[in-house]
């Protein structure tokens, strides 16, 4: 499969490549299976900080791993992890990573000599690792956890805010209230920590594919400037790093994927070629197909042609996704991967104070409970902005109002009832902005009177009081590499400090063809059609920040697959 494939362009050609056999190393003339010593096999046990706790045994005891990744940032979790820094200076990591990820399997997995990859550093990698050493203390085991440092950039905040730098996607002026401002680093701190003897990697804010590349690079011995390679770990690290978003979560055909409560998080096992199958442990549920697997790699890509990265600069427009039979809940082959050099600049995610806000859920029953549910919202929102004006406040930044249960969510496009009663039970959904945290306080207040104050039926606040919360928005903006100094720790101790080798980069942008199209496609239905756009195409959307999105290339025809 290719991505002129995912621009609704794939044709049953490429299907047929099943048949053919999967070169695994340049030793190896046959079979789908890699010969022993000639791949190396990489689990993802996390895809975002909260995921479910069940993935570790799975692939522990099921994976035949040689490492264990987890990947927990996001950018605004960052933004949360300095703010609990700021509390304790021994907080600023993802303590579920320590606590329920490591601490009960942590004989098992030094017994079973899997090596351990994970961003759950955060803001303080280096607590996150002493948690780690007492956690291997008490276990008795012994352990060499590495430390990568250098991505946080805040001592840096007063010279940048007069260095003229602007949004890369906005143009916005860099922020005066910056809360966190943190690198994207590549994979070879993570590769030159194994190169050591790490047996647990620890870093703060890299790119969430390189917790992948790295330990290919460790295994492999790619060099900087074999762009190819690099390429295909990346997309392997981009695949796998969102967990079971690959092997069935969140897909567009979600009635075919079984046993959800056991689903399976996904495997790599990659030859020193670049190309790798994606699997999952056996007896679990989830589905790997083509779909599942070409979902995920749009996700959050933009141009397939130029995906950026620290370590390498990606082409996936020509990647083949081939389903192959005779794996337990399914298993794709991948491949084609092209690469280039890299630029001489991180890019840099910063988030920034813009506010406060508060949300409140309220269940209303009744008849006309949908007609009560909007009644109530607005005329709270009206008491709150008559006390606005007493108090000399300006009004809400922005307000949503939602009664789930009218079909809200679908704008013109809603069904409504036929007796024009609506349902008798819905619920308020109510959120406010404002750049006063007094403010929101003032509307958190005044949800619980609406119970005594206005409509019969609101039976209660979900949660309580609604909770006053810092809107943190994200900022990005590239720094030069040069400027960047990357420390590696062992066991608590400096062991190294890395210098930027930017040999192999280029800030040269290099034009693309547009992906050929297919002349298989002549035989799609034409003329007048009425379908469900599910019916036709795959979906992924991708979220950064305060910013959701589905891309154009994210869309790839299912004709062909039927």
């Known amino acids: 499969m290719s991505c002129a494939a995912l621009l609704g362009l794939r044709g049953p050609r490429l299907l047929r490549a099943a048949a053919r056999t999967p070169r695994w190393s340049r030793r190896r003339s046959g079979g789908?299976?890699?010969?022993?010593?000639?791949?190396?096999r990489i689990g993802c046990a996390s895809g975002f900080w909260g995921d479910t706790a069940a993935a570790v045994p799975q692939?522990?005891?099921?994976?035949?791993?040689?490492?264990?990744?987890?990947?927990?940032?996001?950018?605004?979790?960052?933004?949360?992890?300095?703010?609990?820094?700021?509390?304790?200076?021994?907080?600023?990591?993802?303590?579920?990573?320590?606590?329920?990820?490591?601490?009960?399997?942590?004989?098992?997995?030094?017994?079973?000599?899997?090596?351990?990859?994970?961003?759950?550093?955060?803001?303080?990698?280096?607590?996150?690792a002493a948690a780690l050493q007492e956690v291997a203390k008490k276990a008795d085991v012994d352990l060499k956890i590495a430390v990568v440092t250098g991505d946080d950039l805040m001592s840096e905040k007063e010279n940048l805010k007069g260095a003229g730098i602007t949004d890369l996607e906005s143009g916005k002026q860099f922020p005066e209230s910056i809360h966190s401002m943190n690198v994207y680093l590549g994979a070879r701190p993570i590769s030159r920590a194994l190169d050591l003897g790490a047996d647990i990697v620890v870093t703060g804010r890299c790119v969430d594919s390189g917790i992948v590349l790295g330990p290919l690079i460790h295994s492999f011995g790619w060099n900087r400037d074999e762009f190819d390679l690099l390429a295909a770990g990346s997309l392997a690290g981009h695949l796998i790093e969102c967990g079971a978003q690959c092997t069935g979560g969140i897909f567009t055909d979600w009635h075919a994927v079984p046993d959800w409560h056991n689903i399976g998080f996904p495997i790599v096992e990659c030859s020193s070629e670049g190309d790798f199958i994606l699997s999952k442990?056996?007896?679990?549920?989830?589905?790997?197909?083509?779909?599942?697997?070409?979902?995920?790699?749009?996700?959050?890509?933009?141009?397939?042609?130029?995906?950026?990265?620290?370590?390498?600069?990606?082409?996936?427009?020509?990647?083949?996704?081939?389903?192959?039979?005779?794996?337990?809940?399914?298993?794709?082959?991948?491949h084609g991967a092209k690469g280039s050099p890299p630029s001489t600049f991180y890019k840099v995610n910063a988030t920034y104070l813009d506010g406060f806000r508060a949300t409140a859920v309220c269940p209303v029953g009744g008849p006309k409970a949908v007609q009560k549910g909007k009644r109530t919202a607005e005329s709270i929102l009206q008491r709150t902005r008559l006390i606005f004006s007493q108090l000399g406040y300006e009004d809400y930044s922005a307000v949503n109002i939602q009664?789930?249960?009218?079909?809200?969510?679908?704008?013109?496009?809603?069904?409504?009832?036929?007796?024009?009663?609506?349902?008798?039970?819905?619920?308020?959904?109510?959120?406010?902005?404002?750049?006063r945290k007094?403010?929101?306080?003032?509307f958190s207040r005044e949800i619980a009177p609406a119970g005594t104050g206005m409509a019969p039926g609101l039976t209660g606040i979900v949660g309580g009081r609604p909770r006053v919360s810092p809107v943190l928005k994200p900022f990005f903006f590239y720094y030069p590499k040069s400027n960047v100094e990357i420390s590696l720790f062992l066991n608590g101790q400096h062991v190294e400090t890395l210098e930027e080798d930017l040999t192999f980069t280029s800030d040269e942008v290099v034009s693309f063809d547009p992906p050929k199209i297919s002349s298989e496609l002549?035989?799609?239905?034409?003329?007048?059609?009425?379908?469900?756009?599910?019916?036709?195409?795959?979906?992924?959307?991708?979220?950064?920040?305060?910013?959701?999105?589905?891309?154009e290339s994210v869309w790839c025809s299912k004709l062909s697959m039927n």
């Not at 789908?32 to 190396?40: Q, R, S």
């Not at 820094?85 to 993802?94: D, H, I, M, Q, W």
């Not at 197909?289 to 933009?302: D, H, K, N, P, R």
Request: charged share 20%; hydrophobic share 35%.
């Open 522 to 551: 002549k035989d799609l239905p034409s003329g007048p059609h009425t379908y469900r756009l599910e019916d036709l195409a795959y979906a992924r959307s991708g979220d950064k920040g305060n910013s959701a999105n589905i891309d």
């Open 281 to 334: 442990p056996p007896d679990t549920g989830g589905l790997i197909s083509f779909g599942t697997v070409a979902e995920q790699l749009v996700y959050e890509l933009g141009n397939p042609q130029r995906y950026l990265l620290p370590d390498v600069t990606c082409d996936f427009s020509e990647v083949s996704i081939t389903e192959i039979p005779g794996f337990d809940g399914g298993a794709v082959k991948v």
């Open 59 to 128: 692939l522990l005891y099921g994976g035949k791993l040689d490492f264990l990744v987890f990947d927990y940032l996001s950018e605004i979790t960052m933004s949360l992890l300095t703010a609990a820094k700021a509390r304790s200076p021994v907080l600023g990591y993802t303590p579920d990573f320590v606590s329920a990820a490591m601490a009960p399997y942590i004989k098992d997995i030094h017994r079973k000599g899997v090596r351990v990859i994970s961003n759950a550093g955060g803001i303080n990698p280096l607590a996150c």
């Open 438 to 442: 007094e403010a929101v306080e003032i």
């Open 403 to 435: 009664v789930l249960g009218s079909e809200d969510t679908y704008g013109p496009h809603a069904r409504r009832s036929i007796d024009g009663q609506g349902p008798r039970e819905a619920v308020i959904w109510l959120a406010v902005h404002h750049k």
């Open 32 to 40: 789908c299976e890699p010969p022993a010593g000639g791949a190396v």
